[in-house]
């Protein structure tokens, strides 16, 4: 009974000192980019970890928060499909292909897996400005990683898709019939001070929306690509950044005053392709 109680309480004590860290860890904004923006999430990430006998903050650098998906990031899936004792043979890595050979810890099954920008591109995976367009050797050979793992050692994904994988879909669902949203608006970068004047004055005590992401997802509805180009012109979102992108925070400031900013984003006009019949 005493070493119950002595374990309980012990428990008890890490428990709280992990809520003191996530605190520190979400005053310090270090994690925003992440996704992690309130100690709640970073502490049910925290709590994650443990149950998997790892030091909760090492968290931070393995999971992403991809609109309230957690995931976990390729790099992490490898590094613990490794670690286990499984082995990878690289083919090819270019910015056109990735191929490798996996083979499981116990030596007994193997895999080869391979992903190129042609299935990229079929799946409209690959935007202007978008990490596929810099980094496509990057995004091709952690594409490949995390399809080959989920087949021969699902275990190292933790059942998770990966942070890329998670932003990839959460953007095709966004646009699945809107058509090419990522052509370049012609407006220019507004200023500071113009930032200001379409949200109005930001005040500290803007009172939180329950939901944010589903609310101004609806608000956007049918007009996700000018958004897009008016976020951008704001400064909300950096060039090479996608709705996808934009902070929960910032989405609350918009939905403070959603008729304002849906008037600026009605004022913004994008020329579409039209699809002739048969292509």
């Given at each position: 009974m005493t070493k119950a109680i002595v374990k309980q309480e012990n428990s008890l004590a890490k428990l709280s000192d992990m809520r003191e860290v996530a605190e520190v860890m979400e005053a310090s904004g270090l994690f925003r980019?992440?996704?992690w923006q309130t100690k709640e999430q970073i502490m049910t990430l925290m709590l994650l970890c443990q149950a998997e006998n790892r030091d909760p903050i090492?968290?931070?650098?393995?999971?992403?928060n991809i609109q309230g998906r957690v995931a976990?990031?390729?790099?992490?899936?490898?590094?613990?499909?490794?670690s286990a004792g499984g082995t990878?043979?690289?083919?090819?890595?270019?910015?056109?292909?990735?191929?490798?050979?996996?083979?499981?810890?116990?030596?007994?099954?193997?895999?080869?897996?391979g992903y190129n920008i042609m299935q990229a591109k079929k799946a409209r995976l690959v935007k202007p400005g978008s990490a596929w367009e810099k980094s496509c050797e990057d995004m091709l050979r952690w594409r490949c990683v995390s399809k080959a793992l989920r087949l021969i050692f699902p275990q190292c994904t933790n059942l998770m898709q990966s942070a890329e994988e998670a932003k990839d879909e959460?953007?095709?669902?966004?646009?699945?019939?809107?058509?090419?949203?990522?052509?370049?608006?012609?407006?220019?970068?507004?200023?500071?001070?113009?930032?200001?004047e379409v949200q109005g004055e930001i005040v500290e005590d803007i009172q939180p929306v329950e939901n944010p992401v589903e609310k101004f997802l609806d608000l956007i509805k049918d007009k996700e690509a000018e958004a897009e180009v008016f976020l951008k012109q704001i400064n909300y979102l950096k060039d090479d950044e996608y709705i996808a992108d934009l902070l929960p925070e910032k989405m609350q400031t918009i939905l403070a005053k959603p008729d304002g900013f849906m008037d600026k984003v009605k004022e913004i006009k994008i020329e579409k392709e039209e699809v002739k019949d048969g292509e």
């Open positions: 980019a992440s996704g090492s968290a931070m650098s393995r999971y992403d976990k990031r390729s790099a992490a899936m490898l590094s613990d499909f490794l990878v043979e690289w083919h090819t890595t270019t910015d056109k292909e990735a191929e490798a050979t996996f083979t499981s810890p116990d030596g007994k099954n193997s895999i080869k897996m959460f953007y095709s669902e966004l646009n699945r019939s809107k058509g090419d949203m990522f052509q370049e608006g012609d407006g220019q970068d507004l200023t500071e001070e113009k930032a200001q």
